[in-house]
């Protein structure tokens, strides 16, 4: 029996819409400095609000260097009038983004 699927619609922020969170995957990661998305899912959620910022991620097994980002207010969400960063990087693996303590 095929489940139904609702769309879900938040707005976050002024100019930011979430069309759709359903299957978006964070891991939570205490001992990362940053919080990660990969490129899919920020283009699909965030396409206009991606800006350009060098930066370099460095990981036990490498070193690379991006330079996309995005931000959103996360007030609707958490009440908090707070701006948070997202780095666009590739998780691979289970999970699209990595939620880092500099939330």
């Known amino acids: 029996?095929?489940?139904n699927r609702a769309l879900i619609e938040i707005t976050i922020g002024a100019n930011i819409q979430?069309?759709?969170?359903?299957?978006?995957?964070?891991m939570i990661d205490t001992r990362s400095t940053r919080s990660l998305i990969n490129k899919i899912k920020a283009e699909t959620f965030y396409k206009?609000?991606?800006e350009s910022e060098k930066i370099?991620?460095?990981?036990?097994?490498?070193?690379?260097?991006?330079?996309?980002i995005f931000e959103i207010n996360f007030y609707k969400i958490f009440k908090?009038?707070?701006?948070?960063?997202?780095?666009?990087?590739e998780i691979g693996g289970l999970y699209e983004?990595?939620?880092?303590?500099?939330?």
């Not at 908090?80 to 990087?89: A, E, Q, V």
């Not at 983004?97 to 939330?103: F, M, N, T, Y």
């Open 18 to 26: 979430i069309k759709s969170v359903e299957n978006v995957k964070f």
């Open 1 to 3: 029996m095929p489940r």
């Open 48 to 50: 206009e609000n991606i």
């Open 97 to 103: 983004g990595l939620i880092g303590i500099d939330l």
């Open 56 to 68: 370099q991620v460095v990981s036990t097994h490498s070193i690379s260097k991006h330079d996309q």
């Open 80 to 89: 908090i009038n707070k701006i948070h960063k997202f780095y666009i990087y």
